[in-house]
């Protein structure tokens, strides 16, 4: 079934996603050589906590953190430790958190230092997928048009499109129909209306999109140890165009 929130629920995830944009901003400044990914958890976690938010991955299906942490090859779902970060890492943090009840889910990828032009050029083009993702959520068009929007930066580059792991839409529960495939398929999907909240979540890699899960039951990496890169927002479809409520 799908949703479509009111105008006053969609001021509440716009609260949620609020919340989940400083998180990000935090982690971004507190990234740097030497820090340890459980440091940035617990960032997030006191963060979300005294701001009356609830981190809603913590627990969510056992996982056993507020924020992922996901490096270089690892796509999505990287579980915080005692792993400190390197000069030169692909960090891609992704965070959840709800407020009366209301959810907010957003994730960016970070740069350690510097890189390799072609791992800048893949952090920036999945920037400009969600940013094309997000242009294309006007009412009317379907999600394939979504879709077909991401896939657009992806393909000219070849860059790879992890296929198993998509967008979501989003409200009282974290995962709501439909879903929000980063590549075309046969349908179409639904129409996009007033209402309709949605998380994108662009996944590309510098090498092929197949990925597999490591024995940790989690971390989600790249099969061929390509470097990964993941930006999520949150948004709401509106009469006035897309309003990005992690932003
Ligand atoms: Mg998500």
């Known amino acids: 079934m799908i949703t479509r929130k009111s105008r006053a629920e969609i001021e509440v ?9 400083e998180v990000l901003a935090m982690c971004e400044e507190a990234i740097r050589p030497g820090v340890s990914t459980a440091t940035l958890d617990s960032l997030a976690e006191r963060h979300i906590r005294s701001h009356g938010g609830v981190p809603s991955f913590k627990g969510y299906h056992g996982f056993p953190a507020s924020i992922c942490v996901s490096i270089d090859n690892e796509v999505v779902h990287g579980i915080p ?23 907010g889910d957003a994730a960016r990828t970070y740069i350690v230092g510097d890189a390799p032009r072609e791992v800048r050029d893949l952090v920036e083009a999945t920037r400009r997928a969600l940013a ?60 996009l209306a007033p209402g309709i909240c949605l998380a994108i979540e662009p996944m590309f890699t510098l090498g092929s999109g197949d990925v597999e899960t490591r024995p940790d039951g989690w971390t989600v990496v790249t099969r061929d140890g390509s470097i990964a890169a993941h930006f ?12 990005v409520l992690t932003a």
């Open 132 to 191: 094309a993702g997000v242009a294309a959520s006007v009412a009317g068009n379907r999600i394939w048009d979504i879709s077909a929007a991401v896939e657009d930066v992806a393909l000219p580059r070849g860059y790879g499109v992890v296929r198993p792991y998509v967008g979501h839409g989003i409200g009282q529960a974290m995962h709501e129909e439909p879903q929000v495939p980063n590549y075309r398929t046969k349908s179409r999907g639904i129409e």
């Open 81 to 103: 430790g005692r792993r400190t970060i390197r000069e030169g890492q692909v960090v891609s943090i992704d965070a959840g958190a709800i407020i009366d009840g209301w959810h």
């Open 232 to 243: 999520e927002d949150t948004l709401a479809v509106t009469e006035d165009g897309p309003v």
């Open 13 to 21: 995830m716009r609260r949620a996603g609020r919340l989940v944009a």
